[in-house]
């Protein structure tokens, strides 16, 4: 596709269920991010994916959450056992990747999963 | 580490006058990148700027610009002739090592620009 795409827009669970975020990127970058955003936050970093490296997954905020990417391209964050604090939006993003010179590492983000936990 | 800072939650500023977002940065390596978001209440992120730390002029697109202050460590974001549709959260960022070898970008809290009319 154009951009890159998110699913669900919105998810709406009981506390302690399983929720997988879908994100597609844009065809060709190789680079795939994903970012939590409480209300009226910032962008918080979780894990990003880089070619066929492994994905630095520094931002993890703890076990509950994985990440994978298969095929290099559609990637899935999971959240197991879902609490309210993980109520945000989770945005997923993209980028070129290494390679070329010109290439500044500008992210272009999907509109994002806003995730409810009741 | 790297960190960025962004200490102004929010501003307000009279439409067709100019506003400067700060944005303040620290890391350890010599080469990074500086970029800035624009966020409306849609929620989609704009690209709104880029800046690369060897660069030498600062960088514009259009009525944004970026005043970078290496030796400062900030990054500034000015945008000119303010438009009732600027009001949106602004974001900076900051990516450590060349933009062609990737990497994640640190963002800072955001600040809320509010254009008054």
């Known amino acids: 596709g154009a951009g890159v795409s998110q699913s669900p827009s919105n998810k709406v669970t009981e506390k302690g269920k399983d929720v997988e975020l879908r994100c597609d990127p844009i065809?060709?970058?190789?680079?795939l991010y994903w970012y939590r955003q409480s209300l009226g936050q910032g962008l918080e970093f979780l894990i990003y994916f880089q070619g066929n490296s492994a994905p630095d997954k520094s931002g993890l905020p703890s076990d509950r959450f994985s990440a994978e990417r298969t095929g290099g391209s559609v990637s899935t964050l999971t959240i197991q056992r879902t609490q309210q604090e993980d109520s945000a939006v989770y945005l997923c993003a993209s980028s070129l990747g290494p390679g070329l010179a010109a290439n500044t590492g500008e992210l272009f983000f999907g509109e994002g999963s806003r995730l409810t936990v009741l | 580490a790297q960190k960025i800072t962004q200490t102004q939650p929010g501003m307000f500023v009279q439409e067709k006058e100019a506003v400067t977002l700060d944005c303040t940065y620290d890391?350890?390596?010599?080469?990074?990148?500086l970029f800035w978001y624009k966020q409306p209440s849609s929620g989609e992120m704009i690209f709104l700027i880029y800046?690369?730390?060897?660069?030498?002029q600062n960088a514009t697109e259009g009525r944004y610009s970026l005043n970078f202050q290496k030796a400062r460590k900030s990054a500034n974001l000015v945008i000119s002739a303010s438009q009732l549709g600027d009001s949106a959260m602004y974001f900076c960022a900051m990516r450590e090592g060349p933009g062609n070898q990737g990497g994640k970008l640190i963002f800072g809290q955001g600040t809320e620009l509010s254009v008054k009319p």
């Open positions: 800046q690369g730390s060897y660069d030498q």
């Open positions: 890391t350890s390596d010599p080469s990074y990148g």
């Open positions: 065809s060709g970058h190789t680079a």
